[in-house]
T-cell receptor
Framework: GAVVSQHPSWVICKSGTSVKIECRSL??????MFWYRQFPKQSLMLMAT?????????EQGVEKDKFLINHASLTLSTLTVTSAHPEDSSFYIC???????????FGDGTRLSIL | GENVEQHPSTLSVQEGDSAVIKCTYS??????FPWYKQELGKRPQLIID?????GEKKDQRIAVTLNKTAKHFSLHITETQPEDSAVYFC????????????FGQGTRLTINP
């Protein structure tokens, strides 16, 4: 159990494009989902915490207007990178959990490349 | 806030030997400590976790120890195999009952045949 699906796995797009990434918990209801960013050979950096039915909580330094998060149901959260630029290129990973403190289960990640 | 330090950053051991990775945390209220294994380009996978009311937990070749007084916890892998090669991350919950995790910097473990 505790399967998290993330789509797409890989995106290449032009600068200025908006990109939406989906994170789904397939076999459990996720009260909380998290969005991370990971640079090559570095650790996971938490961007925001997403609770179903409420506004996301962003970490310091993360632009909420740049990274739009929607957690519309207990099984789906989306991250939209608006007007993406090359510096937004990164590996984005979501995780989901039933409640805290419980294990976070990660999606496969999305490799975003902005040209 | 919570700060998690992880050492070493790289570790190379001979197949069959043991590997130990250590982490320290700063927030005495932290009560949940998971370990994740991440292979190149893949998702972090939970391999073992421990809560603050337990000092040690073991699952086959993997064990984790927790010293609350010293605020450090360690991952022990025995009888290492080539498939154990990966990056390992420790994490600590941000305060008691918190949902967020703070991750260590990661340890790149290489098992030499």
């Amino acid at each position: 159990g505790a399967v998290v699906s993330q789509h797409p796995s890989w995106v290449i797009c032009k600068s200025g494009t908006s990109v939406k990434i989906e994170c789904r918990s397939l076999d459990f209801q996720a009260t909380t989902m998290f969005w991370y960013r990971q640079f090559p050979k570095q650790s996971l950096m938490l961007m925001a915490t997403s609770n179903e039915g409420s506004k996301a909580t962003y970490e310091q330094g993360v632009e909420k207007d740049k990274f739009l998060i929607n957690h519309a149901s207990l099984t789906l959260s989306t991250l939209t990178v608006t007007s993406a630029h090359p510096e937004d290129s990164s590996f984005y990973i979501c995780s989901a959990m039933r409640g805290g403190p419980q294990p976070q289960h990660f999606g496969d990640g999305t490799r975003l490349s902005i040209l | 806030g919570e700060n998690v330090e992880q050492h070493p950053s790289t570790l190379s051991v001979q197949e069959g030997d043991s590997a130990v990775i250590k982490c320290t945390y700063s927030d005495s209220a932290s009560n949940y400590f998971p370990w994740y294994k991440q292979e190149l380009g893949k998702r972090p996978q939970l391999i073992i976790d421990i809560r603050s009311n337990v000092g040690e937990k073991k699952d086959q070749r993997i064990a984790v120890t927790l010293n609350k007084t010293a605020k450090h916890f360690s991952l022990h892998i025995t009888e290492t195999q080539p498939e154990d090669s990966a990056v390992y991350f420790c994490a600590a919950s941000l305060g008691q009952g918190a949902q967020k995790l703070v991750f260590g910097q990661g340890t790149r473990l290489t098992i030499n045949p």
